[in-house]
Every structure is written in C-alpha cells, then in structure tokens.
C-alpha cells in the first residue's frame, strides 16, 4: 500500500475525479497542500489576489463547461469567511465547486489560535457538506464523499477545512484504484411523465419555463427537441437562457419584473397552461404578486431537488426528477403522441406569440451624449457573435443586458441569479476564460461591481486571460437609486467626485482606464455612442495581441431608469423611455420590428 500525507491523497483524489484547474491564495496553514499540489503537477493553479475572487473564479469556471467541478484554495481564519460569499453564490444557482481551506493545528482549535475559526459552522447554511477533516485516516473519504454530493441531486458546493497537522500526518493510500461514487439523480417514471403531457395536450396556450437545471443537467438539446415535437413556445429563466437559441421560432422571450421582454410577459399573461422544467420560481421571474403570475393557470413542476416542489406555490403536479432524465421521456412520450396524430395543432398560439414578438419591443437606438445605456447593448448586439459568452452578476447593466442581448447557446449566459453579488463579474471572467480558452468571452459590470474585485484584472494580466469588458458607468448605484425612488429619497448612492488627477472625467470620478492599465491590462474609454462599434472591435484585437483583459468603458447620461416593475407585478413593468415604434428604433432585435 503507498504511504503519503493526507493533503498529497487529496490532490490525488482531485485528479482522479477530473480536477485540472484550481483558483486560490496560499498561507501557512495550507501550504503543506500546496506542497503537495506542486510535488504531484497535473493540476494548474491561478493565483489569485482576494480568496473571494478566487471562489467567484472557480464559480465561472464550473459555469462555462459541463462536469467541470471549480476548485479554490485558501488559508485559515479569513481566507475561509471570505469564500462564503462563493459558496452562497454557488449553493444559490446550484453549481458545484469545492473551497479547500487550511487550519490551525486541530490541538489548538479550542483555544482561540491565530486565524483559527470554525469555518465548517459558517460556511453549513451555504454549502452540502461543510467539514473539518479531525482524522487525516478520513481525508480520503471525506474527498470522495464530497464529489459525489457535489454531482448529485441537486448540485451545490462543499468546503473542506484540513487542519496543518491534518496534511501532513501521514496514511495509507493507494490512488491507482480510487473509485469516484455513483452518482444520484432521481429520474421520472414514464407514468408521471404521461400525466403531465396529458394536462399539456388538454390545454389551448401551453408554455414550458426552461431553468437552470436543463443547463446543468446539459439537456438544452432535448429541450428544443421536444419544444419543436409539440410546437410549445419556450420562456427561459434568467439562468435557463440559452437553453433554446433567442432566433428560434418557438423562444418567446423572457418573462420577469425586471429582466422580462415585453413580449415575454404579454405571452405568459395569455397562457393558459405552464410547464416548468429545472426552474425554481424566482422572484424576479414571477414577481411578488404571485396571484397575477399564478392567475388560472394550471402548473406542473419538474425539479430535480423535491423539497423545491411547493416551496413558492403548489403545482398542479409536481414530478422529482434530474431535467435530463424528464425529458427524455417528454421526448419519448411525445413522438409517440405525434405519430397517432394526438398532439393539438398549436400554429395559432405560435402566431400570436410571434406577433407580441414582432411588435412589442423597446428601444435601443438613441445617439445622445452622454450616451443612452440601451445604446451600449445595441452595439453589443452588433459586435459579439453567436458564440459569444456574456458575464455579469446584478445592477441595471445586467437587468438592461438581459432585456437587449441575445444568447444563442446554453452556458453562454453566466449569470449569478440569485445571490447577485457585486464584485462576482470579473473574477467569474476570468474563471469562464480559464475554462474555456477558444471562445470570446465578454464581462458586464456597472461602475460599482467593477470597482468591488477591481484588483482580479491583475490576476488576468499575470495569468495571460484575455476577454473583453464591458464597463457601463453613470458613478451612480443606479439600481439602487431606482429602488429609492418609491420612498422619495436619493441617498448614498452618488458616486461622482470630481477626481484631481483626471479632470477631463468631470464628475465621473474613479479613472478606470488608468487603474486598469495599471493593473496591467488594457482600456478604452468611450464617450461617442457612434464610436462604441469600433471601440469594441479594437477590444477584441487587443484581447488577441496581448492576452490580458481589455476594458470598454462606456460613460453613460448619469440617470437612466430601465424597464421594470415598480410593484413587482409582472403586468404592470413601467417603461421609462420611448418604445420602438419604427424598425431603425431597434435595429438589432432578435426579430424585425413590425409596424
């Protein structure tokens, strides 16, 4: 049998359950584990500059490939409290990453030793599996136990804490015939899937909510298969888009009180039948007002994760089942149906949601300076391919992204849904450019997300990570600001200063370009709606030619309020600027505006 340390099994383990990238900062009470992350190679390690980032880096990481499994690294005491944001953001959006942290000598843990805290405690409310490895015999299951957490039912993160003596005791440990655990994941019944199709076949205008869980469970193709076997138009979530390209007929849009299309929300209000798949009711998809979004309508839920279904309003039907496993049936069950000539003729319904489609559509052309927000999204639209893989977490820029990009591909829209941490845009960046090299990569942020993790561009820099950023900045906390209005108030939420090194910015304050270049990346600022096309190709250029990070800083008028709900009502989303009402209002929707 071999003989190695603890912390050497466990970077074993991690290989043989796929791990080839890790994201993390070292300290003493963990660099007995990096000892042996170097001795044994095969795993490539990013270093780097806030724990958090590096857990927002694994987060992306996870995001951007399917099986991909994030790993971050830190030391004792703070480097394990300043990961629990990673871990809330991941347990949120169901995405699986592993934080590995260092302890104090486990003799010394009850008395109150440098940088010794109870990081397991902290971090159970927001992980599967939080533990304090005691007995280094126990690494090893302790490691594998967590990987098969992380992988089944719904997936979620886990935080290993290995005290320093932990690492290095020596075990027995032969890696040569590790075995990963099964995986678990609850499959419907094929009668559970018939009484479904049977409720949607009764109904006139039926709809599928496509979630997050389709893309985890890498099951967007069965999606659109069944989609187009029952002519049903699709409404992805927020974290189910790209699971139905945004050009295919039977995509009807978004539906939300903040990231909604018009035309989304007109459709849903017309439905008469909703068939969620992998989705978890949101709030900002249903709104608060749950009787509107409910309304008449009969519901069946399909959620891999079975406390989910009734957690937000109970379903007409509710099947606990990995969105994979459902739809093949669905798929199945459907065809059939088809061959024997019972699924009903949906053209009509079809039609209708491709007029909303085609007629209900905002603004995106506006040639003010400073310029309009929804211009910087139109210009997007126009330089970022079909392949292109769009990062943000929250603030108007992603409300107003989500309601004027396009996606076309699962995982091609990375977003932290439900926890919305600021600073997350470009530590997950590089996380996503990390995983998957070949393909263009653009991060979104506000000027004050931007500003939270600023110092993670020069993980970009060092580590050669090269995407493109899209910063919008209007020194405000616009989405905040927006929130305010409803109390009459407009408070500590102004960030313009008039910044003496850098008086050409006026009030914008904060130099981004020069803290960017700084931190040795490159950066264009932009004033000229009209040069924004050409500035986003030079980012792309630079990108390429010197492989770091390239910022697009557009300055924005200081105050535009976006598209949304005041009441959080999904009928009633206020519309602050001018509508399209001529196609060269719009000239990037997904589908010509029709007058």
């Not at 469970?217 to 992805?236: C, G, H, K, R, Y």
């Not at 849009?253 to 008469?272: I, K, P, W």
């Not at 989705?279 to 409910?294: M, P, S």
Request: glycine share 8%; aromatic share 6%; hydrophobic share 40%.
């Amino acid at each position: 049998m071999a003989r190695m340390t603890a912390a050497r099994a466990a970077v074993e383990i991690l290989k043989r359950e796929g791990v080839t990238n890790a994201f993390g900062v070292p300290g003493a009470a963990i660099n007995p584990f990096y000892r042996d992350l170097k001795a044994s190679g095969g795993i490539d390690h990013t270093l780097a500059r806030h724990v958090e980032g590096a857990s927002h880096m694994a987060e992306g990481y996870t995001r951007a490939n399917p099986g991909n499994i994030g790993v971050c690294i830190g030391t004792s005491g703070p480097a394990g409290t300043d990961m629990i944001t990673g871990l809330y953001s991941a347990t949120g959006d169901s995405i699986p990453i592993l934080c590995i942290t260092g302890q104090a000598p486990s003799h010394l843990l009850h008395k109150e030793d440098f940088q010794a805290v109870d990081i397991a405690s902290i971090a159970k409310p927001v992980a599967k599996m939080a533990v304090t490895v005691l007995e280094a015999a126990q690494v090893p299951g302790i490691f594998q136990q967590a990987f098969h957490l992380m992988r089944s039912g719904r997936p979620g993160p886990v935080l290993i804490d290995l005290p320093i003596d932990v690492q290095q005791t020596e075990i027995e440990f032969d890696p040569e015939t590790y075995e990963p655990l099964p995986i678990y994941k609850p499959a419907a019944s094929r009668a559970q899937i018939e009484k479904a199709i049977k409720l949607l076949v009764a109904s006139e205008r039926p709809l599928i909510i496509a979630g997050g869980g389709i893309i985890n469970a890498d099951a967007s193709d069965l999606l659109v298969e069944f989609a187009e076997v029952t002519n049903t138009p699709v409404i992805p979530t927020l974290m189910g888009w790209g699971t139905i390209p945004d050009d295919h007929e039977l995509n009807a849009g978004m539906v939300g009180q903040q990231t909604g299309h018009r035309y989304g929300n007109a459709t849903f209000l017309e439905s008469d039948f909703v068939l969620g798949i992998g989705n978890r009711w949101a709030n900002r998809h249903t709104g608060y007002k749950l009787d509107v979004y409910q309304g008449e309508r009969k519901f069946v839920h399909v959620d891999i994760e079975p406390t989910q279904i009734g957690k937000i309003f109970a379903p007409d039907y509710g099947i606990a089942s990995d969105a994979k496993a459902a739809l093949e049936l669905f798929v199945e069950v459907a065809k059939e149906l088809k061959a024997a000539g019972e699924l009903p003729d949906r053209s009509a319904w079809v039609a209708s949601h491709l007029e909303r489609k085609e007629t209900l559509q905002r603004r995106t052309h506006f040639d003010d300076i400073p310029m309009k927000p929804q211009r910087v999204y139109e210009e997007m639209n126009k330089a970022f391919g079909k392949d292109t893989r769009y990062v943000t977490t929250i603030g108007l820029s992603q409300i107003a992204g989500a309601q004027m990009l396009h996606v076309y591909k699962p995982r091609h829209w990375i977003n932290c849904g439900q926890a919305g941490p600021l600073g997350w845009t470009i530590p997950a960046a590089l996380g996503v450019a990390k995983a998957d090299p070949d393909t263009q990569v653009v991060a979104l942020s506000g000027d004050y997300d931007f500003q939270f993790m600023i110092e993670e561009l020069a993980v970009g820099a060092q580590h050669r990570i090269p995407y493109v950023h899209v910063l919008v900045n209007n020194a405000y906390l616009g989405l905040i600001r927006q929130a305010q209005i409803g109390l009459d108030m407009n408070f500590q939420v102004n960030l313009e200063f008039e910044n003496q090194n850098s008086p050409e910015l006026g009030v914008y304050g904060v130099d981004h370009v020069k803290v960017a270049e700084g931190l040795g990346c490159k950066a264009i600022r932009v004033t000229d709606p009209n040069e924004l096309g050409t500035a986003l190709e030079q980012a792309k250029k630079l990108a390429q030619e010197f492989q770091v990070p390239v910022v697009v800083e557009a300055i924005l008028e200081r105050i535009t309020n976006i598209s949304m709900s005041p009441t959080a009502d999904i009928s009633a989303v206020k519309e602050f600027e001018e509508l399209a009402t001529e196609p060269g209002h719009a000239p990037t929707a997904i589908r010509p505006l029709k007058v």
